[in-house]
């Protein structure tokens, strides 16, 4: 089986190739109608011998069977599909919904094509187990670590630290990353408080969420059995002219080096270590996070979970 594209100024027609259209059914093929900034999908029938597929254009899309074949079923769902070498303005119109499944739960704007997210309903009752939760001094950092979420976060360990400085807080990550500078936010604010912070890791605890989990008060960080914990170097990109990116390379070394020496702080590990793991992508399960020295115990049992561990010497 094999995918053949054909182009136009105005169209792109995707067929699926049998090696023998004899003896299966006829192929469908996904053309792409309409203008390149806006291009819908249509299904049309043919079979095309394999091998004989045109080489002219410059659209390039690579597709597996499987999804090919689903979006052929699906047609009065499918949006836009995703696509290389095209103009800044076709990019921009672009969907991954070929790739990402809809989500059941968030009805779709059909004017947009767009997902409309949770109903004011669904929102105000999260909110609501949010508030519950953050009187029992819990705090959730979920998503990805970003100002407008970093500046809650702030505000929430300065009101309980205001309310009672002898009680601990409990911050419950689930964060695949994001902002250096917001992150560090949250650091400083959980080392200027006077409460002890006891991070735990559910779900995904990747770059700056991994770094705001072994940030926890020692002793008092915590994961649960199946989450994953990843460590890696700062991300990030910059244009313009040779003085400006020597700029921003320059304060990306600063972040490298910041954020790798309280890496070794918290784990104990040596900073040549921590330089060489974080310099690609580096996971690790709960219990070898434990031994990597990011937490100090994972829950087995949540009524015996948050006592504290003796602190390491």
Not at 159 to 174: E, F, G, Q, R, S
Request: charged share 20%; hydrophobic share 40%; proline share 7%.
């Amino acid at each position: 089986m094999a995918i053949a594209t054909t182009t136009s100024s105005s169209s792109l027609t995707i067929r699926l190739l049998h090696p023998n259209p004899n003896t299966n059914p006829a192929p469908r093929s996904l053309q792409l109608l309409s203008s390149r900034r806006c291009a819908r999908a249509a299904v049309a029938g043919g079979a095309v011998p394999y091998g004989a597929a045109p080489r002219r254009g410059i659209w390039s899309i690579r597709w597996n069977l499987f999804l090919a074949l689903r979006a052929s079923r699906r047609l009065p769902e499918m949006g836009l599909v995703r696509c290389h070498g095209v103009s800044k303005a076709a990019r921009a119109c672009v969907r991954d919904d070929l790739v990402v499944p809809r989500s059941p739960y968030f009805p779709v704007d059909s004017a947009a094509g767009q997902e409309r997210g949770p109903s004011p309903m669904v929102m105000e009752r999260f909110q609501s187990v949010v508030s519950q939760l953050f009187q029992h001094r819990i705090i959730r950092c979920g998503g990805p670590v970003e100002d407008d979420m970093a500046n809650i976060i702030v505000a929430q360990l300065l009101y309980l630290d205001a309310i009672d400085p002898t009680k601990d807080i409990i911050m419950y990550v689930n964060s695949p990353g994001g902002s250096v500078t917001a992150g560090m936010a949250i650091f400083d604010t959980m080392k200027h408080i006077r409460p002890d912070v006891s991070t735990v890791c559910i779900g995904l605890a990747a770059s700056m969420g991994a770094f705001l989990l072994s940030a926890g008060t020692k002793g008092k960080r915590y994961s649960l059995p199946n989450s994953r914990i990843m460590i890696h170097q700062p991300l990030g990109g910059a244009q313009g002219q040779e003085t400006d990116l020597e700029i921003q390379a320059n304060e990306m070394l600063h972040h490298k080096a910041n954020l790798n020496g309280y890496l070794a702080y918290h784990t104990g590990q040596p900073l040549d270590k921590i330089n060489v793991d974080t310099d690609r992508d580096y996971f690790m399960s709960a219990k070898e996070a434990k031994e990597y020295g990011l937490i100090d115990g994972v829950i087995m049992n949540p009524l015996k979970a948050l006592q504290p561990l003796p602190a390491s010497s």
